[in-house]
């Protein structure tokens, strides 16, 4: 025999859940593009110090007075805008990364906050839930028959 209160009180429904799916995808979305933003700031990194080593090393060898030397010299001329190129590049980068961190603690942000809410809807549903089920269980102690929440309000 099902408890009447299990008639009346259901299952916790969250009527944001569709809102929270949404942030949570956002939020999601968000985090990828900031791993892509901080992949890309790697790789530029990555590059500018392959670029700094190349130089170091064709400054070294147009010191000399060989004949490699004026070669080394040019490949350092263009190995120093390679390296201004890349520069800038690299600046562009942490800029994008600051705009997408700050997008994804904004939507992060959104989404706990949502999160939060459901806890607590969730939660003062199961205080709900449990004074009924003690209130029923009270009445079943006093030998009175039970009425839904419905029908006491109707007496």
Excluded: S, Y
């Amino acid at each position: 025999m099902p408890w009447p209160i299990d008639e009346t009180m259901g299952r916790f429904q969250f009527r944001l859940a569709g809102l929270l799916r949404l942030r949570t995808q956002m939020e999601k979305t968000a985090r990828r593009t900031l791993a892509a933003a901080m992949g890309n700031v790697a790789n530029v990194e990555q590059r500018m110090a392959t670029a700094t080593i190349g130089l170091a090393e064709c400054e070294q060898l147009g010191c000399g007075t060989d004949a490699h030397a004026p070669l080394a010299r040019a490949l350092a001329q263009g190995l120093a805008r390679h390296r201004l190129r890349l520069q800038n590049e690299l600046r562009a980068a942490h800029a994008q990364l600051e705009r997408t961190r700050g997008d994804w603690i904004e939507r992060r942000r959104e989404q706990r906050t949502l999160d939060v809410l459901r806890d607590k809807q969730r939660e003062e549903w199961q205080m709900e839930r449990q004074r009924a089920e003690q209130h029923e269980l009270e009445e079943l102690a006093r030998g009175r028959k039970v009425l839904a929440p419905a029908e006491e309000t109707q007496e």
